[in-house]
């Protein structure tokens, strides 16, 4: 992002200098390494301003632009690095949410950023197992951005977009199972989100806690993919809390995970 930051402030000074000395009326001309970019919304405002749409520079500079109408909040995602995908082979992004400082919930020492990221992992290894290009948004305790998770899927023209996370009750110490979500029903997300509940379900044993849209969860609402949030289990309810620190039931999980995601690329 910083990158992309440097670019755009250092194309507006360009397009500043340009348009003084063109005194080319109101239109404004943008050329990006030497090609006319065709903006024609651009234009200076009688106070002088230069005005230039941001969608369309991003874009030219080969970002991935995604508007969040909830928050108002413009999100930019910078070109990713070549990803080398064989030829048919499908590409899938797993977000371990929370990390760094946001441990995300924590019950008896356990932390559910540490969790997620154990759970997440032995996905990738299960999926790549089966020829899939698996990408992380985070493979260390580190922070992620919220925008940057569905931002990496955007970016990278995912076939899937998967969050991994564990869940909590603060008022009842008692919630047990599974949970999946996501966007609206309908949709591409809301069948991943039914397989991989089912999957997860049979995977486990474990108990059935329901599936909902959930169009309030910025990763599920700025996806440009089929997207989708697994809860793998409650660690505010003791007994659940001990199946999940044990790497034989993340293993049940991430097996889970991988054979709804698995399920819904064969469709």
């Known amino acids: 992002m910083k990158r992309l930051y440097t670019l755009l402030l250092t194309l507006g000074l360009l397009l500043a200098l340009s348009l ?29 301003t230069t005005m230039v ?4 520079v991003a874009e030219a500079l080969g970002c991935t632009v995604a508007w969040d109408p909830v928050t108002a909040t413009i999100s930019i995602s910078s070109p990713a690095p070549e990803t080398s995908v064989p030829d048919g082979a499908p590409l899938v992004v797993l977000d371990p949410g929370h990390g760094g400082v946001y441990n995300g919930a924590e019950y008896s020492g356990v932390k559910e950023k540490d969790l997620n990221l154990a759970i997440a992992a032995r996905t990738a290894e299960l999926l ?25 899927a955007n970016t990278l023209g995912a076939d899937l977009f998967v969050s991994v996370h564990c869940n909590a009750n603060v008022e009842h110490d008692d919630a047990l199972g599974i949970y999946t979500c996501a966007y609206s029903e309908g949709t591409e997300g809301w069948q991943l989100a039914q397989t991989l509940h089912e999957t997860m379900l049979e995977a486990t044993g474990a108990a059935d806690f329901g599936m909902e849209e959930r169009p309030n969860l910025s990763v599920l609402r700025t996806a440009q993919v089929p997207a989708a949030l697994v809860e793998c289990g409650f660690m ?14 993340q293993a049940k999980l991430a097996r889970g995970i991988a054979d709804g995601i698995l399920a819904c690329l064969a469709q």
Not at 24 to 31: D, L, P
Not at 128 to 152: F, K, N, P
């Open 20 to 48: 003084t000395a063109s005194g080319a009326g109101n239109g404004v001309r943008i050329f990006i390494d030497g090609t006319p970019l065709d903006a024609p919304a651009s234009y200076i405002s009688g106070s002088g």
């Open 53 to 56: 749409p941001l969608r369309a």
């Open 128 to 152: 790549e197992e089966e020829g899939v290009t698996v990408r992380m948004t985070r493979t260390s305790d580190q922070d992620v951005d919220l925008y940057a998770r569905s931002g990496l």
């Open 236 to 249: 505010s309810t003791p007994s659940e809390l001990a199946l999940l620190v044990q790497p034989e039931y």
